[in-house]
C-alpha cells in the first residue's frame, strides 16, 4: 500500500507540472531526492510484493473473496459445518506452502533495511499523518518490531497472532468445554465471515443459536466497506445488528454486543488514539453534531444508538449485553465473555427445568 500510494503521488506530481493544472486532491510536493530515493526502495522492494500473492493463496488454501481480489490472508470453513476446524489454520497448510513461506521469510530478511528506511521515510511518515496512506491497524505493530520478525529463528508470540488480520469466510467452528457448578458443557462458537456477500448463507444456520456476540469496530468511523466505498462501516454495524435484532430465525438467541477497538494496544490506529490525532467524528458521521470530540462522549454516542436498535428492533425483548473491548486485551476480553457465558448458561438450565 506505501510503494503504492508513493508511486501515484510521484507520478501524478510529475504529470501535473506537466499539464500545469490544479487537481480536487491537495498535492504533497516531494522533492526530487525524495522522488530518486524511494522510487529506488520501491524498485529493491518489488522481490517483497511479488511474493505477497503467492504466499497469501497458499496460505489461504487457493480461497479468494468476492470481487475475486488477490493477497488476502483468509480462513474457509465453509466446510467445517459438517467438519470442526482443527485449529488455528486448520489443515490449510502443505508442503509447497511451507516452500513459499520460507521463500518470504528469506526475502524479509534480506530486504529488511529497504523496508526500515521505507518505513522511517520523512516522506511516508507525512503521508501517514495526513492520513492519505491507511494501513491495516496492525501495520504499524509488525513494522516497528521488523527486527524482531526477519530473524531466521523467529517464532510468532500470542501478540503477534492476535495482531494477525484474518478474514473469515463462511463458518468456522470452535469448541469449548466450560466447568459449571461441578458440570461440563461443551460451548461451541462459530465464528462467521460478516462481509455483506456472505451473511445470507449464514445466518438460516443458527435458528438454535444461544448466544450471539456482535462485534461492532467503533473505531471504524472513517473507514469506509471494501466491498461499497460509499458506505461508512460504523453505519453498515449498525444495519447488520438492526437485521439481527429483527430476525426472526434468531428471536432465541441472548445478544452480547462487544463494542471493540476502543483502546491503544500495540500502537494500533484504535478510537482513542485516532480522537487524540485530533480526526474529527462529525467529518464522518454527521448525525454526531457539535458534541465533544473526545473518548467519553463518542463512545457513549455509538453505544447508545446500537441500545436505542435493540431497544426498537429487538422482536423478543431480550437483555443485551453491552462491553467495551479491545481483543488484543486477552485477560479482559477473557473475562467478559466467561462472565457472559456463565449468565447465559445460567439462564439457559433454568429455563430448561435443569436447574
Same mark, same amino acid.
Given at each position: 500500500?506505501?510503494?503504492?500510494?508513493?508511486?501515484?503521488?510521484?507520478?501524478?506530481?510529475?504529470?501535473?507540472?506537466?499539464?500545469?493544472?490544479?487537481?480536487?486532491?491537495?498535492?504533497?510536493?516531494?522533492?526530487?531526492?525524495?522522488?530518486?530515493?524511494?522510487?529506488?526502495?520501491?524498485?529493491?522492494?518489488?522481490?517483497?510484493?511479488?511474493?505477497?500473492?503467492?504466499?497469501?493463496? &497458499?496460505?489461504?488454501?487457493?480461497?479468494?473473496?468476492?470481487?475475486?481480489?488477490?493477497?488476502?490472508?483468509?480462513?474457509?470453513?465453509?466446510?467445517?459445518?459438517?467438519?470442526?476446524?482443527?485449529?488455528?489454520?486448520?489443515?490449510?497448510?502443505?508442503?509447497?506452502?511451507?516452500?513459499?513461506?520460507?521463500?518470504?521469510?528469506?526475502?524479509?530478511?534480506?530486504?529488511?533495511?529497504?523496508?526500515?528506511?521505507?518505513?522511517?521515510?520523512?516522506?511516508?511518515?507525512?503521508?501517514?499523518?495526513?492520513?492519505?496512506?491507511?494501513? &491495516?491497524?496492525?501495520?504499524?505493530?509488525?513494522?516497528?518490531?521488523?527486527?524482531?520478525?526477519?530473524?531466521?529463528?523467529?517464532?510468532?508470540?500470542?501478540?503477534?497472532?492476535?495482531?494477525?488480520?484474518?478474514?473469515?469466510?463462511?463458518?468456522?467452528?470452535?469448541?469449548?468445554?466450560?466447568?459449571?457448578?461441578?458440570?461440563?458443557?461443551?460451548?461451541?462458537?462459530?465464528?462467521?465471515?460478516?462481509?455483506?456477500?456472505?451473511?445470507?448463507?449464514?445466518?438460516?444456520?443458527?435458528?438454535?443459536?444461544?448466544?450471539?456476540?456482535?462485534?461492532?469496530?467503533?473505531?471504524?468511523?472513517?473507514?469506509?466497506?471494501? &466491498?461499497?466505498?460509499?458506505?461508512?462501516?460504523?453505519?453498515?454495524?449498525?444495519?447488520?445488528?438492526?437485521?439481527?435484532?429483527?430476525?426472526?430465525?434468531?428471536?432465541?438467541?441472548?445478544?452480547?454486543?462487544?463494542?471493540?477497538?476502543?483502546?491503544?494496544?500495540?500502537?494500533?490506529?484504535?478510537?482513542?488514539?485516532?480522537?487524540?490525532?485530533?480526526?474529527?467524528?462529525?467529518?464522518?458521521?454527521?448525525?454526531?453534531?457539535?458534541?465533544?470530540?473526545?473518548?467519553?462522549?463518542?463512545?457513549?454516542?455509538?453505544?447508545?444508538?446500537?441500545?436505542?436498535?435493540?431497544?426498537?428492533?429487538?422482536?423478543?425483548?431480550?437483555?443485551?449485553?453491552?462491553?467495551?473491548?479491545?481483543?488484543?486485551?486477552?485477560?479482559?476480553?477473557?473475562?467478559?465473555?466467561?462472565?457472559?457465558?456463565?449468565?447465559?448458561?445460567?439462564?439457559?438450565?433454568?429455563?430448561?427445568?435443569?436447574?
Amino acid at each position: 500500500m506505501i510503494l503504492d500510494e508513493i508511486e501515484y503521488e510521484v507520478s501524478r506530481t510529475e504529470n501535473d507540472e506537466e499539464a500545469e493544472v490544479e487537481v480536487e486532491v491537495e498535492s504533497i510536493e516531494i522533492a526530487d531526492a525524495d522522488k530518486t530515493e524511494l522510487m529506488d526502495l520501491r524498485k529493491r522492494l518489488l522481490q517483497v510484493v511479488a511474493l505477497h500473492d503467492s504466499l497469501a493463496s &497458499e496460505l489461504s488454501g487457493g480461497v479468494s473473496i468476492t470481487g475475486g481480489r488477490t493477497g488476502v490472508f483468509v480462513r474457509s470453513g465453509w466446510q467445517t459445518l459438517l467438519t470442526p476446524s482443527r485449529g488455528w489454520m486448520g489443515n490449510v497448510a502443505s508442503t509447497k506452502s511451507t516452500a513459499v513461506a520460507g521463500m518470504a521469510a528469506k526475502t524479509l530478511n534480506s530486504s529488511q533495511d529497504e523496508i526500515r528506511q521505507l518505513w522511517s521515510h520523512p516522506v511516508v511518515k507525512k503521508f501517514l499523518d495526513l492520513r492519505r496512506i491507511r494501513l &491495516e491497524e496492525s501495520a504499524p505493530f509488525f513494522l516497528d518490531n521488523l527486527e524482531r520478525i526477519v530473524q531466521p529463528d523467529y517464532v510468532p508470540g500470542i501478540e503477534d497472532v492476535l495482531s494477525v488480520r484474518l478474514q473469515t469466510l463462511g463458518v468456522i467452528e470452535h469448541s469449548f468445554p466450560i466447568n459449571l457448578g461441578g458440570t461440563m458443557y461443551d460451548w461451541r462458537l462459530y465464528d462467521v465471515g460478516g462481509a455483506r456477500g456472505q451473511r445470507h448463507a449464514w445466518v438460516p444456520y443458527f435458528d438454535d443459536a444461544t448466544a450471539i456476540i456482535f462485534l461492532a469496530p467503533i473505531s471504524a468511523f472513517d473507514q469506509y466497506l471494501e &466491498e461499497d466505498p460509499r458506505t461508512n462501516r460504523i453505519d453498515d454495524s449498525l444495519q447488520l445488528f438492526t437485521a439481527i435484532c429483527s430476525n426472526q430465525l434468531l428471536k432465541k438467541a441472548h445478544l452480547v454486543l462487544m463494542l471493540n477497538k476502543v483502546i491503544v494496544i500495540c500502537n494500533n490506529y484504535l478510537l482513542k488514539q485516532k480522537l487524540k490525532a485530533g480526526i474529527k467524528v462529525a467529518k464522518y458521521i454527521t448525525s454526531y453534531g457539535k458534541r465533544p470530540n473526545k473518548y467519553e462522549d463518542v463512545s457513549n454516542y455509538f453505544r447508545a444508538h446500537f441500545i436505542q436498535i435493540h431497544k426498537r428492533k429487538d422482536i423478543s425483548n431480550r437483555a443485551l449485553y453491552v462491553h467495551f473491548t479491545s481483543m488484543l486485551d486477552i485477560k479482559a476480553t477473557q473475562s467478559i465473555i466467561v462472565n457472559v457465558g456463565e449468565a447465559i448458561i445460567r439462564q439457559h438450565i433454568a429455563q430448561t427445568g435443569l436447574a
